[in-house]
């Protein structure tokens, strides 16, 4: 039903969700294993959020007042979640029901599992000074810690990132490597489970996920929803364009697509349903603004802190590289929403029912106080840990500010015990690509395979970036951003790096690619939660995403080709030039691909204007020329075609 300008219309976009909290919880339980926890009540129940709330100043402790070699910071972080992870997670999601039942074998894996990697700790210097000469002991204990690792792993992440890792190992072997030294390498080394993956999530990424477990408590999300309904909730379509703009700002504290997609989505799909969209189309708008919230700074996905460690360049710099490509991925989808929308006649929401944006900020623009101050640290040189802590603090203050948004000494704990929650999945999974990388090195993998893409790529630049992108997504269809990032920026980013893309803009390639897959079909999972929502085809919903998303395709290419888009080695004129033609150029392929600008266009119409679009990734004079004189007389066919039809009716 499309609604007119005369029908009653909600007085409120918030009013109008239909997804309660249960099966919001079931539709995270469903699409995001991380939620899939043991049931419990009463005295357990307050023994798990304690010991839960425990790890979380642990993460305190360790930063802000011990200062312990890495290994022993890194092992006793997976030690301690490898404890609480048996104890949350059961071996059978059907289990998790299950009213405060720990079974025997479980409380065993979680002394075991944590207790192997408390060994280290404890005889961290010993171990070190045998080098790779352990002995039985060690090895049986590296064995049991690297198996108990690999089930959680499948308990909380998922089967097909084990599958990566257990082929990498096996080569391992193959290739004539003994069980000692491969036990070492993963067990007993910076190159394995403890490596930089795992190191810089212990250091990091674990602060910035319990500063939004914090923002999120504050009410922070149904703020940027309502800013996002005051700026655009009259326009076509408003609700789904509400939808890309409190995503992006959602974006800004959480990494995790398929969260932000059932956490925002639970309120915007049912309200672009009954304003006019099919459910596939408002279930994937949701999914690829949700998937694009990983790109948007301050706060990006995981990846992005593994990408300043690998490319040994500061969080602030890559936060800010980020910036242009994060503005055109959602100018692109916010393009295709319009012309969806004008396609289908659909209108905004009636002023009255849109709150003040001034108001807005009057009441709570303190809100946004934390990631100010997380941003203008960044900006100032300071570490990530130093400004997500000084943030974190930042937040529980601005929170006192008003009633409404105040932390009580419960949701202070429930923020506590959420930033425990949250880390689990990322840190196991970084920790299972310290293992492929730790085989990589070990065996001189990476270098093999190098030879291999550059002998089928050659020279052409085009074809490694093509073929580097294929990888990511298929990849990416099983593995978390997380591992799909790791794994190609050790194996394929090198190749583009000696194709003459800087480091920094191929890992950013890699980054976007790994990000996609996430509504890329036949695995998408950001875009099966917004179906489940919207009660929608899942795989039309991932295709109908995936071409909404479709200048996540386009935007790496751009930066590829034109590394000035990350602001490398630029001027402010040159940044202005790729911005302007890339938006042009988004434009073209939105329309074309829409088949909508100021009126419906044929088969021919669509194919020239996308080409069109796509002559101005090259950066190239010519084709910049060619690319904006198409658009251009397509543009004014339109309008042509528009008014023709006006004075025909």
Not at 474 to 497: D, E
Request: charged share 15%.
């Amino acid at each position: 039903m499309v609604l007119k300008d005369n029908e009653k219309r909600p007085k409120n976009l918030i009013e109008e969700a239909e997804v309660d909290a249960k099966e919001i919880g079931d539709l995270m339980a469903e699409f995001d294993r991380e939620s899939n926890t043991r049931h419990f009540t009463g005295t357990p129940l307050l023994i798990v959020k304690g010991m839960l709330i425990a790890f979380t100043l642990y993460v305190f402790w360790m930063t802000l007042i011990a200062t312990p070699p890495e290994q022993i910071r890194r092992s006793s972080f997976i030690g301690l979640l490898i404890f609480l992870g048996f104890i949350n997670y059961p071996i059978k999601r059907s289990h998790a029901k299950r009213v405060n039942q720990i079974p025997w074998y479980d409380w065993i894996f979680a002394f075991a599992g944590g207790g192997a990697f408390f060994y280290y700790v404890i005889n961290f210097e010993a171990i070190v000074g045998k080098a790779v000469n352990i002995g039985t002991v060690e090895i049986a204990v590296g064995i049991i810690g690297i198996i108990l690792l690999v089930e959680l792993c499948r308990r909380v992440v998922g089967l097909p990132i084990l599958v990566v890792a257990g082929i990498f190992v096996g080569y391992a072997f193959y290739s004539g490597y003994s069980l000692k030294r491969v036990v070492h390498q993963l067990f007993y080394t910076t190159d394995g489970i403890i490596g930089t993956p795992l190191g810089v999530c212990a250091t990091f990424i674990v602060l910035f996920i319990i500063l939004g477990a914090f923002l999120e408590k504050t009410g922070i999300g149904t703020f940027f929803i309502d800013i996002a309904n005051s700026l655009a909730g009259y326009a076509s379509g408003g609700p789904a364009k509400v939808a890309v703009i409190s995503s992006a700002l959602e974006g800004m504290y959480s990494g995790s697509s398929v969260a932000n997609t059932v956490g925002s989505g639970s309120v915007t799909i049912p309200v672009m349903k009954k304003t006019g969209y099919t459910p596939e189309f408002a279930a994937a708008v949701e999914a690829a603004a949700s998937t694009g919230g990983q790109i948007m700074p301050p706060i990006m996905g995981a990846a992005a802190f593994l990408m300043a460690e690998m490319t040994e360049t500061p969080y602030a710099t890559i936060a800010l590289s980020a910036i242009l490509p994060a503005l055109l991925y959602f100018a692109g989808i916010f393009m295709m929403i319009h012309f969806e929308a004008k396609k289908l006649g659909l209108k905004g929401l009636p002023k009255e029912s849109i709150p003040k944006f001034g108001k807005l900020m009057l009441k709570k623009g303190y809100l946004f106080l934390p990631i100010v101050v997380l941003s203008t640290l960044m900006s100032m040189g300071r570490t990530p840990a130093y400004s997500a802590v000084y943030a974190i603090v930042t937040a529980v203050v601005v929170s006192m500010f008003s009633k409404e948004t105040r932390l009580t000494p419960k949701t202070f704990g429930e923020a506590l015990e959420n930033g425990t929650r949250n880390t689990m999945g990322v840190a196991i999974a970084c920790a299972i690509a310290g293992i492929i990388v730790g085989i990589v090195t070990l065996t001189g993998l990476g270098q093999d395979l190098l030879n291999i893409l550059m002998s089928v790529a050659g020279t052409s630049k085009f074809l490694a970036l093509f073929l580097t992108m294929i990888s990511c997504i298929i990849l990416g269809m099983g593995v978390p951003t997380t591992a799909n990032y790791v794994i190609m920026a050790t194996i394929t980013a090198p190749i583009v790096v000696q194709m003459g893309v800087p480091l920094l803009a191929a890992h950013m390639f890699v980054f976007y690619f790994g990000i996609v897959a996430d509504i890329t079909p036949p695995v998408a999972l950001a875009a099966y939660a917004g179906s489940a929502i919207a009660k929608s085809d899942p795989f039309k919903t991932g295709v109908t995403a995936t071409r909404l998303a479709i200048t996540a395709f386009i935007v790496p290419y751009i930066f590829a080709f034109n590394p000035e888009m990350l602001l490398i080695d630029t001027t402010a004129i040159e940044v202005v030039r790729i911005a302007i033609t890339s938006l042009i150029g988004i434009f073209g392929v939105a329309a074309g691909m829409e088949g909508f600008m100021f009126t419906n266009m044929k088969m021919w119409e669509r194919a020239i204007i996308i080409v069109g679009g796509l002559m101005l990734i090259d950066p190239n004079l010519l084709t910049d020329l060619a690319g904006v004189a198409i658009i251009g007389m397509m543009v004014l066919s339109q309008v042509a075609k528009s008014k023709k039809l006006k004075l025909a009716s």
